[in-house]
């Protein structure tokens, strides 16, 4: 069993940057990839970006190439999501999951475990 916990929301204006957080917990995350998705009110969830747990290779939705910019830090099991360049459409509760699955995949029911989301609010 992963355990995912998000932190590091926020209100920011727009055109600001923020850091959002994903602790992985896990005795046996040996492969698979993390990803992260976000929900905005009345819309389905979306995906974000995602990172190959071992090759560390990556994957962008068109929307945010070029803003955000994943990443893992392999001595805290933490996985980033640098974000910058914020617009007021970015705002959505941002999930961090996890599967074991090889290559990265871009839609929610490809992934096993998730996070409990962090609130991202970018005001105009």
């Known amino acids: 069993q992963v355990q995912l916990v998000e932190s590091g929301g926020g209100l920011v204006q727009a055109g600001a940057s923020l850091r959002i957080s994903c602790v992985v917990s896990?005795?046996?995350?040996?492969?698979?990839?993390i990803g992260w998705f976000r929900q905005a009110p009345g819309k389905e969830r979306e995906f974000v970006a995602a990172i190959g747990w071992i090759r560390e290779n990556t994957n962008y939705a068109d929307s945010v190439k070029g803003r955000f910019t994943i990443f893992k830090d392999n001595a805290k099991n933490t996985v980033f999501l640098q974000m910058s360049s914020l617009k007021p459409g970015d705002t959505a509760v941002y999930y961090c999951?996890?599967?074991?699955?090889?290559?990265?995949?871009?839609?929610?029911?490809?992934?096993?475990?998730w996070g409990q989301g962090t609130q991202v609010t970018v005001s105009s």
């Open positions: 999951a996890s599967n074991f699955e090889y290559g990265l995949k871009t839609t929610p029911d490809r992934y096993k475990n």
């Open positions: 896990t005795r046996t995350f040996s492969n698979g990839a």
